[in-house]
Every structure is written in C-alpha cells, then in structure tokens.
Nanobody, 129 residues
Framework: QVRLVESGGDSVQPGGALRLSCVAS????????VAWFRRRSIQKGREGLA?????????SYDASVKGRFTMSTDNTKMKFELQMNNLEPGDTGLYLC?????????????????????WGQGTQVNVSS
C-alpha cells in the first residue's frame, strides 16, 4: 500500500525558511514521480509547486515558487524534501506530497493535480508577522 507522510510545517515570519519532508513507502517502482502541492484554503484547489523524478537531477517548478523553493531527494529515493526560502504570507497553506506513474509528454513529472492518485495528509505552513 502506497503511503506518503509529510512533516516540517511550522509558523514563520515573512522572509523566513522551512524545510518540509515527505517520506514514501509501500512501493519499489523507481519510475514514480513525486510532487509537492499547496492548498491555501478549503475553498481553493490544490496548486502544484514542484515535481521530481528520483532519477532526475533537477525538479520542475511552478513560476510562483521558482527561485525560492528547491525540491530534492536522498539516496533512498523514498524521502523527498522541499526547501522553502524567503517565505511570503501567500505561501501559507497545507502542503501535501503526492506520487504518480504518469509523465508529461516531454517526460517530465507533472504538476497537474488530476494526474496524482496517492496523497499524504499534509503539513501546515503559516507565514505571518
């Protein structure tokens, strides 16, 4: 059974940094993409932030976080981290990781929520002064 567990959420001031972690288990397929999503409120949908294939050297990012967020994985390829720098109040929300076997036509990992089947419960990030 595929399982994803996020951690690392906290309350920080604008300009601060956080490092989120997503630990995956229940599969051994090395071709799974993993992505981070954010849900700012119950009324708003989940927005894709960063996606990574374990065999890739770099992640794909949404324009809203490119240059501030960095997604990486470790040697196990089952732990994925999201380093978030220069946080803004607009970054407040529930951060979730998800995994899929689906790729975009160019072979990259998608940031489309509809392409992801397995999800974690999320970790809350609050950015305010």
């Amino acid at each position: 059974q595929v399982r994803l567990v996020e951690s690392g959420g906290d309350s920080v001031q604008p300009g601060g940094a956080l490092r989120l972690s997503c630990v995956a288990s229940g599969y051994n397929n090395p071709n799974r993409c993993v992505a981070w999503f954010r849900r700012r409120s119950i009324q708003k949908g989940r927005e894709g932030l960063a996606s990574l294939h374990p065999g890739a050297t770099t992640a794909s990012y949404d324009a809203s976080v490119k240059g501030r967020f960095t997604m990486s994985t470790d040697n196990t390829k089952m732990k994925f981290e999201l380093q978030m720098n220069n946080l803004e109040p607009g970054d407040t929300g529930l951060y979730l990781c998800a995994t899929t076997l689906v790729r975009d036509v160019d072979g990259s990992c998608p940031l489309d929520v509809s392409r992801y089947l397995y999800w974690g419960q999320g970790t809350q990030v609050n950015v305010s002064s």
